[in-house]
C-alpha cells in the first residue's frame, strides 16, 4: 500500500461526550445494536476510518474508555509494532481482570516485551510446542475421530448434533494430550476440565458479553462491577493440580529458563486454558460453520485434495501431505479472514505517533490507546475483492499467496512469525496446523454436510444436521 508522505497530518476526527454517561449509552448501543454498526456508524459520521470512540465496558469495569480506533487494513497494523506501542496489561482491553484469578502473577499475554519474564515464558511455550510437534497430528486425529463417531451417533438417534459441545469437551483433551501427553480425563479432573474451565474464563470476559438477559440484569452483573474471583477459587485449584503434575517435565524446563514453579504453573494454566482451549472454541465452529454455509462444490474439491494428498503418502495424514492441501490451508485463512477469533487488539502509543490509514494521516499522543476491531481490517474492500463473501479458494495460487499478508489473527501478518520480542500468538503455526486437521479428518470420513449456523457469545454457533459418508474406496487412511 502507498504512503501517504505528502498529505497534511490531521488531527483525528470523533467524540468521546460527555465523561460517564456517553460511555455507558456507548455500551448499551454497542451491546444491543452490534459492534459492526457500532464501528461503522462512526466510520460513516466522520468519514475517517482513523476515529475517536469509546469502547465497552466503560464505567466502573475501565478506568478509560477512550481509544483512537484503526478500522482499516492500512492503519490496522500499526497495533503489532512494538516499537511504536506498549502492550502492557492491555490483552482484554481497557479493562483487565484481577490477577486473583491468576494466582497473582502478570501471565505472559499482559507482559509487554520489553518486561524480562516475557521472553522466559514465550520461550518455555514455543519449546513445549517444539518438543511434541510429532504428538499433534495423531492426538489430533485420536480425540476428533472420536467426535465424529460421537457425531455420527447423535445424529442417528437425534437428528442434530451440536459441534460446539462436542468441541468443547474434545479440545481440552487434546490439548492436554498434546501439549503434556497426559489427558484431563485420566486424572483426578475426569471429565469436569472443560466446565472448569468455561467458567474461569467466564470470570475474565464477563464485562465483554451478552448472554440475553434482561437489559438491567447485564448492565449490573456483567458489565458494571468484576465477578469475584472466589466463586472459581476450587475450579482454578482443580486444574492447578492437573498442570503441576501433567506439566512436569515442562516446568523442569522452566526453572532452567529461570522461572519459579509456581510463576510457570500459572503460565501454562493460562496459555493451554485461556490461549489455546478458549481459541479452539471459537476457531473450529468458525471453520466448520463457514464450511457449511458453502458450495457442494467446495466440499468435492476439499475431498479431492485431501484424499489425493493422504493417498501420496500411503494413506497416512503426515506433516508432508497436510503442506501440499493448498485449498485446505485456504479455507482456513478465510475463515479467520472473515471472522478473527479474537476481534479486538490494543496497545498505548510509546511515543507522539502519525497513524496512516488509506485516506490520512493522523497525530496520536504519546500514552493514547490504540485500538483495533481486526474484522474491518480483514474485510477491507481496499484489498480484498468481494470482502465480505466467503471465497475459499482466495489463498490459492500465486495471486492468493500475495494476499496471505493480509492475514492478521495471529496478531501480526501471517508471512510473519511470532519471536520473544514480538506480541504475536506462540503458537501460530500449531493454531493453522490444528485448523487444517480439522477440515482432513473431515473430509476424509465425509463427502459433504449440512448444519444451522448461528451465533454465540464470542464466534459461531454450528449443528450438525446431516453427514454423507466418504464412499470407502476413496477415503481409507491410518
Ligand atoms: C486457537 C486459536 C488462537 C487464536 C485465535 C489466538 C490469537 C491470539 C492473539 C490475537 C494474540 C495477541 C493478543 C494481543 O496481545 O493483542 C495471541 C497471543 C498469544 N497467544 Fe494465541 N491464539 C490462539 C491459540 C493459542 C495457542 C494454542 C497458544 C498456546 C501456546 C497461544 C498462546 C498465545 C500467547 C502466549 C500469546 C501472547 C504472546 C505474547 O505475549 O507475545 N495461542 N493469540
Redesign the pocket.
Known amino acids: 500500500m502507498a504512503s501517504n508522505s505528502d498529505m497534511t497530518v490531521e488531527e483525528v476526527p470523533g467524540s468521546y461526550g460527555t465523561p460517564f454517561f456517553t460511555p455507558i449509552s456507548d455500551r448499551l448501543e454497542f451491546y444491543y445494536q452490534g459492534q459492526d454498526k457500532y464501528f461503522q456508524s462512526r466510520v460513516d459520521k466522520y468519514k475517517s476510518t482513523v476515529v475517536r470512540l469509546n469502547v465497552p465496558p466503560g464505567p466502573f469495569m475501565a478506568s478509560n474508555p477512550q481509544v483512537v480506533a484503526v478500522l482499516d487494513a492500512k492503519s490496522f497494523p500499526v497495533?503489532f509494532d512494538v516499537s511504536k506501542v506498549e502492550?502492557k496489561n492491555?490483552?482484554t482491553g481497557t479493562y483487565m481482570p484481577s490477577t486473583s484469578l491468576t494466582g497473582g502473577f502478570r501471565?505472559?499475554?499482559?507482559?509487554d516485551?520489553s518486561e524480562p519474564n516475557?521472553a522466559k515464558?514465550?520461550q518455555l511455550?514455543f519449546n513445549?510446542?517444539a518438543s511434541r510437534k510429532d504428538a499433534v497430528i495423531p492426538t489430533f486425529r485420536n480425540n476428533f475421530s472420536a467426535l465424529f463417531d460421537t457425531m455420527e451417533s447423535q445424529l442417528a438417534s437425534d437428528g442434530k448434533s451440536d459441534f460446539n459441545a462436542l468441541n468443547d469437551n474434545t479440545s481440552f483433551e487434546f490439548?492436554g494430550d498434546a501439549?503434556y501427553g497426559v489427558r484431563p480425563s485420566d486424572t483426578e479432573l475426569g471429565t469436569t476440565g472443560p466446565s472448569r474451565c468455561t467458567k474461569w474464563l467466564f470470570l475474565q470476559l464477563h464485562p465483554l458479553m451478552t448472554l440475553g438477559l434482561p437489559k438491567i440484569l447485564e448492565e449490573l452483573f456483567l458489565h458494571t462491577f468484576p465477578l469475584p474471583s472466589f466463586i472459581v477459587k476450587s475450579d482454578y485449584k482443580a486444574l492447578y493440580k492437573y498442570f503441576s503434575e501433567a506439566a512436569a517435565t515442562a516446568l523442569d524446563n522452566a526453572e532452567k529458563l529461570g522461572l519459579s514453579r509456581e510463576e510457570a504453573t500459572h503460565?501454562l494454566l493460562?496459555?493451554?486454558v485461556f490461549?489455546?482451549?478458549?481459541?479452539?472454541k471459537?476457531?473450529?465452529p468458525g471453520i466448520l460453520g463457514w464450511l457449511a454455509t458453502s458450495d457442494k462444490s467446495l466440499h468435492e474439491r476439499l475431498a479431492a485434495e485431501i484424499r489425493g494428498a493422504v493417498a501420496e503418502e500411503g494413506g497416512k495424514v503426515t506433516v508432508n501431505a497436510v503442506a501440499k492441501m493448498e485449498l485446505t490451508l485456504s479455507v482456513v485463512y478465510e475463515a479467520?479472514r472473515m471472522d478473527?477469533?479474537?476481534k479486538?487488539?490494543?496497545?498505548h502509543a510509546k511515543e507522539d505517533l502519525v497513524v496512516e490509514s488509506h485516506d490520512g494521516a493522523y497525530k496520536v499522543k504519546k500514552g493514547e490507546m490504540l485500538f483495533g476491531y481486526?474484522p474491518f481490517a480483514t474485510r477491507d474492500p481496499k484489498v480484498f475483492e468481494r470482502a465480505e463473501e466467503y471465497v475459499g479458494d482466495r489463498f490459492v495460487g500465486e495471486e492468493g499467496k500475495q494476499l496471505i499478508k493480509y492475514v492478521v489473527?495471529?496478531?501480526?501478518p501471517e508471512t510473519e512469525k511470532?519471536t520473544?520480542a514480538?506480541?504475536?500468538?506462540?503458537?501460530?503455526d500449531?493454531?493453522v496446523l490444528?485448523?487444517r486437521l480439522l477440515v482432513v479428518e473431515f473430509f476424509l470420513r465425509y463427502d459433504t454436510f449440512e448444519a444451522d449456523v448461528g451465533n454465540v457469545l464470542l464466534g459461531s454457533q454450528v449443528t450438525v444436521t446431516s453427514l454423507t459418508k466418504a464412499s470407502a474406496s476413496s477415503s481409507s487412511s491410518s
Open positions: 497495533l502492550k492491555v490483552f501471565v505472559c499475554s499482559y507482559l516485551p516475557h515464558v514465550k511455550l513445549i510446542l490439548l501439549y503460565n493460562f496459555a493451554t490461549n489455546s482451549y478458549g481459541g479452539m471459537v476457531l473450529l479467520v478473527p477469533p479474537v479486538y487488539q490494543y496497545g481486526q489473527w495471529s496478531n501480526g511470532p520473544v514480538n506480541k504475536q500468538c506462540a503458537a501460530k500449531f493454531v490444528v485448523g
